[in-house]
């Protein structure tokens, strides 16, 4: 059984904030310096792997942007960074997170219009451990997704089988489907079921490709593991307060 740290970097923005010193706002040292790397003092445990082939943790680092470069000098009004300043700050802090902390994995929160970007597959095993203990999950794969999307959903839920008792099926048919139904039928012995609405009260682990930059994908409840939700939790988690500075 292999046991790892995974290291993911999340750059994100402290919305209605100016980057200050000693309470003064204070644009110039910000772009000196750059922006401050931190991280979550709590980790994530995770399973993943057929036979638990590997347990981990993840630990978040992230850096976030004050939403305003400073203020206006009659009017008092907030100003804006420029993208190009923004950009440049963002993507120093990746690669000092990446260089000097050993991030493996970048992501970017949903107010910065970030391409489309994949999540790693330990942050959402580390989502999906958090839903224990349970017997029944509803699974959704990406009608695009293919063998690598088969094999990430195998990887996810093989840890819980043992313990599950039923699984259900959303969304529109694939050959994934059926691959996986086979799978679970020829290992475990279940019987898939198709539904059209998720039980609220099970892990609905959703892995159909969202739209990261129209910011309209959907966020039932903790309950529902998708790339969206996933985005949302890491932003409302890096600003709770528990946190270091590294930097």
Not at 166 to 184: A, M, R, T
Request: glycine share 8%.
């Amino acid at each position: 059984m292999e046991n790892r740290e995974t290291k993911i970097f999340y750059g994100g923005i402290a919305y209605g904030a100016y980057p200050e010193e000693d309470g003064k706002v204070n644009a110039r040292k910000v772009v000196k310096e750059g922006l401050t790397l931190r991280k979550l003092r709590r980790e994530f445990p995770y399973l993943l792997g057929e036979n638990h082939a590997e347990t981990g943790k993840v630990q978040i680092y992230y850096a976030l942007l004050p939403e305003y470069r400073r203020k206006a000098l009659f009017s008092g009004h907030p100003k804006s960074w420029k993208p190009e300043s923004a950009w440049r700050l963002l993507a120093e802090a990746e690669k000092r997170a990446a260089v000097a902390l050993g991030c493996s994995g970048q992501l970017w929160g949903t107010g910065l219009n970030k391409q489309s970007q994949r999540i790693p597959i330990e942050l959402t095993a580390a989502l999906l451990y958090r839903q224990r203990p349970f017997d029944k999950i509803c699974i959704t794969l990406a009608a695009e997704g293919g063998e690598y999307n088969l094999r990430q959903v195998i990887d996810l839920i093989s840890p819980y089988l043992p313990r599950t008792r039923q699984v259900f099926f959303k969304g529109e048919d694939n050959p994934s489907y059926d691959v996986l139904e086979d799978y679970l039928y020829e290992q475990f012995g279940m019987i898939v079921t198709k539904i059209d609405v998720p039980p609220p009260d099970i892990p609905w682990l959703d892995l159909e490709e969202q739209d990261f930059c129209a910011g309209n994908a959907p966020f039932e409840s903790q309950r529902h593991i998708n790339s969206m939700g996933t985005l949302k939790f890491l932003d409302t988690t890096v600003k709770n307060g528990y946190n270091t500075k590294v930097n």
